[in-house]
């Protein structure tokens, strides 16, 4: 305790007038036992769980339903390798992680009210289990189902197997990069919009005397500013479509109680390892439940296809991935932020889209990307026992689509393809591997390119504006095909006069979202329709979802839908005349991790539809067991605009609010602001949390 009072006091937190935490400390070390302490002040619970994720431990939490998740967590995670990684670390790596741990036992020292659910001291290597921010890791490729019919069956029994083809909100985020050219003050513009589950990050800033000063989210847990800027440069990372998981066929047999593998013209053994898995039983007592796992040479075995065990391959550098994290938050311009990810090559899964005070402005396709033989179809299993198939090193950064201060000046991801990056300037995909991207075009590219192309005159509040511009280009590809249908429907089919008024509204639309739209309502419930009833057949079909709706269905598919969806108005709402905003909800009315909605308790309107749409303002919502309207979980979660200059300006919007507290006036004081995407101004500079302060303390005051 003395220890920790005595760095404390070396801290200060700055709470602004929305709650956000602004600390200052004299070392990196100090601001990060500072903001990790904030953190757990605003929602300790969100912290300790990704850390009970991240090591697999959240059975020990939630019992047996999470058994399955803890196992795919320790095929990766040993605490003693993490242990000992932390030990080799470089010293100022392991300065932050001491502190890291500090911070969080600081704050459970001085907060005795708090009840850990399982972790009731941190220790600095655990910092390495959760290294890289993103909302679902490599790691979540693993599927759960496959992994308990494979481990399983080996304790008890098949386990059956559902393919499940539900209409669902796309995961992911919006980045957008403006050249000075392009816009009206002559300085380069950033707009960050990661599409998460929301409150998955906090919103704070952390600086030393060290020259740091990063202001943005926070992923709960971690000690580093994922998505955000600092004065001369930010950084926005979107979900990535390039293919650098991969999973191996393996051809194996068993003799004398041992399992081989076959490799070329060897026979190589099966490495066998238990793992064990505690769990909260239903008395509250602690059990266990030990697995024999197997592994290759490719990594762990997590299903059986066909007879044959399936390995994955996938990127685990915990120390490489925690240092680039942190350091990436400190460079100055592109060429630092560029050297330290060649040097580390430990960003996996995103794309990133960046800005800086110099005007450059640029896209980075992820730096781990292993170097295959483009022959092989790395989308499915390759055999394992063709060492032809195996991972050949990794991809220097310019070996990959890349673009640095393309002449359209600007630059948008939306987890599509890097091959429109920058309209007709973007990287040619014929010049990489095909498994540089298998994601494609999104409807959300499409919008992004129609906001972005031939504007010269881009402002903060202008590039804002782009972000949640109304258009909806999958209904502009999708209602002309159903209004056509009903054209071409003969006059004495009752399915005709049926939506003849339903075919009026949508006929006059112009595909734009709004809370008062009726089409919109309309449209997305005759969407999400025939959706759910050709989904599978579009699957089969090794077609688009979307393709396969507009060109593939026929006109009595798409007027029974249309008719099913008024149905379901009708009988939800009162009418299928019923205002988007009627339906579409934010609400908060807990800080439970997984939110409970009732229709009784009070909520707002959103505008914005699913990014599944094309929106570039998403909004994932759907119905939940005693509700008719729609709620929020996910979509527009953080949402920044930063412009470049002199100094940095930025406007920012938090959904709900910074606090995981129902009691805290922070708790849900930004939801108006998020609905309406009215963003507040930053407070980046001292001079501008004057007059705008709630308090300022030392952490344990």
């Known amino acids: 305790m003395a220890r920790w009072r005595a760095r404390a006091q070396s801290i200060t937190i700055t709470r602004d007038n929305w709650g956000i935490a602004h600390v200052r ?84 020292a001085t907060h005795p009210q708090i009840t850990p659910r399982v972790i009731r001291r941190f220790e600095p290597w655990m910092a390495l289990s959760f290294s890289e921010g993103s909302i679902g890791g490599d790691i979540e490729r693993v599927s759960l189902a496959q992994l308990e019919a494979f481990y399983g069956r080996r304790q008890g029994g098949p386990v059956a197997l559902q393919t499940d083809t539900r209409f669902r909100e796309p995961s992911g985020s919006n980045g957008i990069a403006i050249a000075p050219r392009n816009t009206e003050n002559g ?55 390039v293919d650098n998981v991969d999973e191996f066929l393996e051809t194996v047999t068993e003799r004398s109680g041992r399992w081989f593998y076959r490799y070329g013209a060897e026979e190589r053994p099966v490495v066998t390892s238990s793992i064990t898995i ?86 980075m396709h992820p730096h781990f990307i292993p170097r295959r033989d483009d022959r092989f179809d790395y ?32 630059i948008q991801n939306t ?97 734009k979202w709004g809370a008062a739209s009726v089409p919109t309502s309309l449209a997305v419930f005759w969407g999400e329709e025939l959706w759910g009833r050709t989904a599978a057949e579009a699957r089969r079909a090794g077609t688009s979802v979307y393709d396969y709706m507009a060109t593939r269905t026929t006109s009595a598919q798409k007027l029974e839908a249309l008719a099913a969806a008024s149905d379901r108005l009708q009988a939800d709402f009162g009418t299928w005349r019923t205002p988007w905003g009627e339906i579409n909800r934010f609400q908060r009315l807990t800080g439970a991790i997984v939110q409970p909605f009732s229709d009784a308790g009070p909520s707002i309107p959103v505008p914005f539809t699913s990014a599944q749409w094309g929106s570039l303002a998403s909004f994932g919502a759907r119905r939940y067991p005693g509700t008719k309207r729609y709620y929020g979980t996910s979509g527009n979660s953080f949402v920044a605009a930063v412009e470049f200059g002199d100094s940095v300006r930025a406007r920012a919007v938090t959904a709900g609010g910074e606090s995981g507290d129902p009691r805290s006036p922070h708790f849900n004081d930004q939801a108006e602001r998020y609905a309406a995407g009215n963003l507040r101004d930053v407070y980046f500079y001292p001079s501008q949390l004057r007059g705008r302060t709630e308090r300022e303390y030392h952490p344990g005051q």
């Open 25 to 108: 400390g004299r070392t990196d070390a100090d601001a990060v036992f500072g903001m990790i302490y904030a953190q757990a002040e605003d929602d300790f619970n969100r912290v300790e769980t990704n850390y009970l994720n991240s090591m697999g431990r959240l059975a020990e939490a939630e019992g047996e339903s999470a058994i399955w998740q803890d196992l795919r967590m320790k095929l990766f995670i040993n605490p003693d390798t993490l242990r000992a990684q932390y030990a080799a670390s470089p010293a100022w790596l392991q300065s932050l992680m001491n502190a890291w741990a500090d911070g969080l036992n600081y704050y459970l």
């Open 187 to 241: 300085h380069a513009l950033l707009l960050i919009n990661p599409h998460t589950s929301f409150f998955f990050r906090s919103e704070l800033q952390m600086t030393s005397d060290e020259g740091l000063n990063a202001y943005g989210a926070a992923t709960w847990g971690q000690f580093f500013i994922y998505q955000g800027f600092n004065e001369r440069a930010g950084w926005m990372h979107t979900s990535s479509g």
């Open 278 to 363: 505690l769990y909260r039983a239903t008395d509250g007592t602690t059990a266990r439940r030990t697995f024999t796992v197997y592994r290759t040479h490719h990594g762990p075995v997590v299903r059986e296809a066909d007879g044959r065990w399936v390995s994955i391959a996938l990127m685990h550098k915990p120390v490489e991935a925690l240092s680039q994290s942190f350091l990436r938050t400190k460079a100055r311009n592109y060429a630092e932020f560029r050297r330290i990810a060649e040097e580390l090559k430990a960003n996996s899964s995103n794309n990133t889209i960046f800005a800086d005070a110099e005007g450059n402005i640029a896209y």
């Open 379 to 410: 989308t499915r299993p390759v055999d394992g026992s063709d060492p032809a198939t195996d991972w050949k090193g990794l991809h220097p950064l310019d070996e990959a689509p890349h673009l640095l201060n393309p002449p359209t000046g600007w």
């Open 415 to 511: 987890n599509n393809w890097p091959y429109s990056a920058a309209g007709e300037h973007s990287p040619r995909r014929e010049s990489f591997p095909r498994y540089m991207d298998v994601a494609g075009e999104n409807p959300r590219g499409i919008h992004a390119m129609l906001v972005l192309r031939d504007k010269r005159d881009f402002t903060l509040q202008r590039l804002i504006g782009a972000a949640y511009d109304p258009y909806l280009p999958a209904f502009a590809q999708l209602i002309p095909p159903l209004v056509a249908a009903y054209d071409q429907t003969p006059a004495s089919d009752p399915l005709r006069a049926r939506v003849a008024d339903q075919i009026a509204v949508l006929r006059a639309w112009d595909y």
